[in-house]
């Protein structure tokens, strides 16, 4: 017998609000009927806003995130293409795996679990390549596994600085619409997201935007591709079609997430992210327990992977949780297995859903054998959120 609500607090799926689950409660349309544009055209144009860009061209592909990295690989390069990726959780190890798989030759920078992109080793690899044989750099803007947002900024500086011509891959499913992020200013190519993290909606969607140098590079790309091909989407998309029969539920709860970020602001967004993301670490702090992020300047606004004590099994802590407390948090993955957990801060939340989140971490932590005072985390973040100014980004904790 389940009574009250389950809680989720993992990075994706995250909380669909309930103004976003009942607007996709629609009958079924046709989606070659003359207004089907009406629904669609807006979803293009304001996910612009979302990416921050004005030049580049949006498409949603029926998949998810890992499928709009199979579209963004095999439309813009080409077989054997020399590529740039570093290696630092269990995300940005993935999209190494596919670049192998499909054909590519990747330069590999291995860095530590817990650190952040390597902007330095970037840089000298990008500088040694005095031929532009790299053809791409890859950059895992939020490390979902490790809780570690990179420096894309400081990625596309490297290049600028080194003049060099390599496209700039960005994966942001875990970022877009709740990181900062801008497309436009740092001159992304290729930036990738989905549907069931900081936009609030189940799985489904792949997003992606295009700048107008990765859609030349799509027309010259010989790499093997047929149900992902950028050319299909763009003759039937510039009328708000698609090639194949997209998920019109989607696009409607999309239509109503999109609306609640403008609403609320995507500045405003970004800031209560932050704002709660800082109680969820101070929480963490209070515990004595160590984030997996291995410096502040790491930290992610949207998932914290929390290292538990050695002799603790983090398995234990998540059964716990999930089992008496009918609350889900994120797995430790990868070799984080058994050593990690996450908790997931993004999407639909607030100040009274964290708390709930630190409330059960806390009393899973203390069955599970962690030596820690109940309450200590909450208290934290309580006070971190009855001090924080919630109409602006800029906090006014006093006297700390
Ligand atoms: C969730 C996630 C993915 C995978 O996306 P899917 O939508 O599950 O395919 C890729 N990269 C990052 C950083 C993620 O957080």
Same mark, same amino acid.
């Given at each position: ?21 009942? @607007? ?61 990726? @570093? ?18 030759? =990747?330069?590999?920078?291995? =860095? ?24 791409? =750099? ?64 189940? @799985? ?80 963490? @702090? ?31 802590v998540l059964?716990i949780a999930?089992?008496d407390f ?34 059960i971490a806390e009393m899973a932590l203390y069955r599970a ?8 985390? =909450? ?22």
């Open positions: 017998m389940q009574t009250g609500f389950s809680h989720l607090f993992i990075p994706g799926p995250t909380n669909v609000p309930e103004t976003v689950r009942q @607007a996709m409660n629609v009958p079924m349309q046709d989606m070659r009927a003359p207004d089907f544009g009406d629904l669609t055209l807006g979803l293009f144009r304001d996910m612009k806003s979302v990416f921050r860009t004005e030049t580049g061209t949006v498409m949603f592909f029926p998949g998810s995130g890992t499928g709009c990295w199979e579209a963004a690989i095999t439309n813009t390069l080409n077989p054997g293409d020399k590529v740039l990726m @570093a290696r630092f959780g269990q995300f940005s190890s993935l999209w190494v795996e596919m670049a192998q798989r499909l054909g590519l030759e =990747v330069d590999v920078i291995d =860095v530590p679990w817990g650190a952040g992109t390597p902007v330095k080793e970037i840089s000298r690899h990008l500088g040694n390549d005095s031929k532009d044989e790299i053809k791409a =750099v890859f950059v895992t803007h939020n490390e979902t596994a490790t809780g570690v947002t990179s420096d894309v900024a400081a990625v596309r500086r490297a290049l600028d600085e080194s003049f060099h011509d390599a496209l700039l891959f960005v994966d942001g499913v875990s970022s877009v619409a709740s990181i900062d992020f801008r497309m436009d200013e740092w001159r992304v190519d290729l930036i990738v997201t989905g549907s069931q993290k900081g936009l609030m909606l189940p @799985a489904g969607l792949g997003v992606l935007g295009i700048s107008e140098k990765a859609l030349d590079a799509a027309k010259t790309s010989t790499m093997r591709r047929a149900y992902f091909e950028f050319s299909d989407m763009l003759k039937l998309n510039a009328d708000g079609y698609f090639p194949y029969t997209p998920p019109t539920q989607l696009f409607h709860g999309l239509r109503r997430s999109l609306d609640r970020i403008a609403e609320e602001g995507l500045d405003n967004v970004i800031a209560r992210h932050h704002r709660l993301a800082e109680g969820v670490r101070r929480g963490i @702090a209070a515990w004595g327990l160590p984030l997996v992020a291995e410096h502040h300047t790491l930290y992610s606004d949207t998932v914290s992977a929390i290292r538990v004590p050695q002799e603790i099994d983090a398995r234990d059964r999930y089992e009918k609350t889900s948090f994120g797995s430790g993955l990868g070799p984080l297995q058994g050593k990690a957990f996450r908790i997931g801060h993004l999407g639909d939340l607030n100040e009274g859903m964290c708390l709930t989140a630190l409330s054998g962690v030596a820690l005072q109940l309450g200590s985390g =909450v208290g934290a973040a309580q006070a971190w959120y009855a001090n924080a100014d919630v109409a602006r980004p800029s906090l006014r904790v006093a006297a700390e």
